[in-house]
């Protein structure tokens, strides 16, 4: 007998919770912070109470139980741990938190009858609301590691659409593919100082304020200038400009290559596809670490790099047809 779609969404929360048992169980034996460590295995055993509630429950349904944790959700995100770090992985856990006690209650506003059941359920979401919590602390604790992510994956970004679309103008008018991939050279080179030095005067504004902050702080405290935060403050302009530019250059390589080695339209398609993809991947990164929506956030961005590389090369075949300019 088929199963109702209330028994079928219970089923989804068992695995669930199995899932992210074991994945804040695998996880606390990477992580070296011993409070985030000690926390994740409290919420692994906490996870493993809720998993019994929805199989208690299920089995009074006569629904089978057998299934257990989604080990490929698991391994994908100690993949993320180990590529991103502590601190975008934590806030990905938060948006599923978010998330759970969204679904949680919504499920509860459909639930008549069985109190038991109900305050059961509460109790679920009483748990997976101090959960953020703890997420949203250990945040705060790899604020500087997050940023850095940041800087990383805005300057890949640019990269991607700025060469692509400069790329996509230049096969208009340029036959030789070669010429192309040296024009995307010189665009990737002057993109990466002008962003480099964009990112070094807003962080260094950022840094100067904080710095008179504290200066004046300190004054009316009548003790001296922390010199060593100071410092700190400083040396994150340079360090966000070093991220920013390195990283720019190195999100432009992935649409000049192809054009290195094989003819500018088969090139213009490999490169478009190399950075629709990437490019859905570094600002699925973006909106894990801001709490937007992963998958419209991935498409959109993927769009608009493509709709950039289109309007380049409409632009650059306007030139081609109407004032007939053209290099071989």
Excluded: C
Excluded at 91 to 108: C, I, M, P, T, W
């Amino acid at each position: 007998m088929p199963l109702s779609d209330r028994l079928k969404e219970m089923r989804d929360f068992y695995r669930d919770e199995l899932t992210d048992r074991e994945f804040y169980k695998r996880l606390s034996k990477k992580i070296k912070e011993e409070w985030l460590k000690t926390n994740l295995i409290r919420l692994s055993g906490i996870e493993n109470e809720h998993s019994e509630f929805w199989k208690k429950y299920l089995e009074k349904e006569n629904v089978k139980t057998k299934a257990g944790p989604r080990m490929v959700k698991v391994r994908f995100l100690l993949f993320v741990h180990t590529i991103l770090g502590t601190g975008l992985t934590v806030k990905l856990l938060e948006y599923g938190e978010v998330d759970s006690v969204e679904r949680y209650r919504k499920h509860a506003s459909r639930t008549e009858g069985d109190q038991e059941f109900k305050a059961g359920l509460e109790k679920i979401i009483a748990d997976e609301v101090l959960h953020e919590e703890v997420f949203s602390y250990t945040l705060e604790e790899n604020r500087k590691q997050i940023e850095r992510n940041r800087d990383i994956i805005y300057g890949i970004s640019d990269g991607l659409v700025e060469v692509l679309a400069a790329m996509a103008g230049l096969v208009a008018i340029i036959s030789n593919h070669f010429d192309v991939a040296l024009g995307g050279i010189v665009v990737g080179v002057s993109g990466a100082m002008s962003m480099s030095v964009g990112a070094y005067l807003a962080r260094n504004s950022e840094a100067q304020f904080k710095i008179s902050s504290l200066k004046r702080k300190a004054i009316l405290e009548n003790r001296d200038h922390d010199h060593e935060t100071i410092g700190k403050y400083k040396g994150e302009s340079v360090k966000s400009a070093f991220n920013t530019g390195m990283f720019y250059i190195l999100g432009a390589l992935i649409p000049i290559l192809p054009f290195i080695f094989i003819e500018e339209y088969l090139a213009l398609i490999i490169s478009v596809a190399l950075v629709a993809i990437t490019q859905a991947i570094s600002n699925s990164i973006i909106a894990i670490s801001m709490n937007m929506k992963i998958a419209r956030e991935a498409v959109k961005s993927a769009a608009l790099a493509l709709l950039a590389a289109f309007a380049s090369y409409l632009v650059g075949q306007v030139f081609h047809i109407i004032f007939h300019i053209s290099l071989i």
